[in-house]
């Protein structure tokens, strides 16, 4: 099993739509979460880090699932501009222990 | 606001040339650390650094090498260019762990 798992898609849906997107991983010890963004040929950014007790940005929602070792992505009211590659992360301690998912691709389509 | 800035952005390169990429932040991050990407295909960790003149090998070291003088500074040196070592290559940095990297805009890079 990879150690962190995302279904790459990709996931085309219509503008206003609400979308989500899993992340699974492997080591029952992690201690960090965090989804960026990537868009084509560029570099990825912090979209927002994943706290246990979840939390919210704007039209982003982001959820951890310790027991079942995942965490999602929801994002409301899709907008044109949220076509791009979402990326988890998953962290247990230093550097050695840092795992990027393949990304998800999200395409809002007019 | 400067942040993570890497040269260059875009280089062709012969088999067997040699070439740094250059990497700087002005955040006073302690942490440094240099990926590749390739498609289909995570980031993968190639060294990173915990601070000025500690480095360590990542998932994918060979053919690169890595200094860490000056906190601010972190080049990444292909010692003898592959074909293989043809990719996007991106700089990172971050306080300490478990806290979220900033990424500069990438190199990328060919080899003939």
């Known amino acids: 099993r990879k150690e962190v798992e995302q279904d790459p898609g990709p996931f085309n849906v219509p503008e206003g739509a609400t979308v989500a997107f899993n992340c699974t991983y492997s080591?029952?010890?992690?201690?960090?979460f965090f989804w960026y963004r990537q868009d084509c040929r560029k570099e990825p950014k912090l979209l927002m880090s994943v706290y246990s007790s979840g939390n919210e940005d704007g039209r982003f929602t982001a959820q951890l699932n310790r027991a079942s070792q995942y965490i999602s992505l929801l994002i409301r009211d899709s907008k044109l501009s949220d076509s791009a590659t979402y990326l988890c992360?998953?962290?247990?301690?230093?550097?050695?222990?840092?795992?990027f998912g393949t990304g998800t691709k999200l395409q809002v389509i007019p | 606001n400067a942040g993570v800035t890497q040269t260059p952005k875009f280089q062709v390169l012969k088999t067997g040339q040699s070439m740094t990429l250059q990497c700087a932040q002005d955040?006073?991050?302690?942490?440094m650390s240099w990926y590749r990407q390739d498609p289909g295909m995570g980031l993968r960790l190639i060294h990173y650094?915990?601070?000025?003149?500690?480095?360590d090998q990542g998932e994918v070291p060979n053919g690169y090498n890595v200094s860490r003088s000056t906190t601010e500074d972190f080049p990444l040196r292909l010692l003898s260019a592959a074909p293989s070592q043809t990719s996007v290559y991106f700089c990172?940095?971050?306080?300490?762990?478990?806290?979220?990297?900033?990424f500069g805009d990438g190199t990328r890079l060919s080899i003939l």
């Open positions: 650094s915990v601070g000025a003149g500690i480095t």
């Open positions: 955040m006073n991050h302690e942490y």
């Open positions: 992360v998953v962290n247990w301690g230093g550097y050695q222990k840092v795992t």
């Open positions: 990172a940095s971050r306080t300490k762990d478990n806290q979220p990297q900033h």
């Open positions: 080591n029952s010890a992690s201690q960090s």
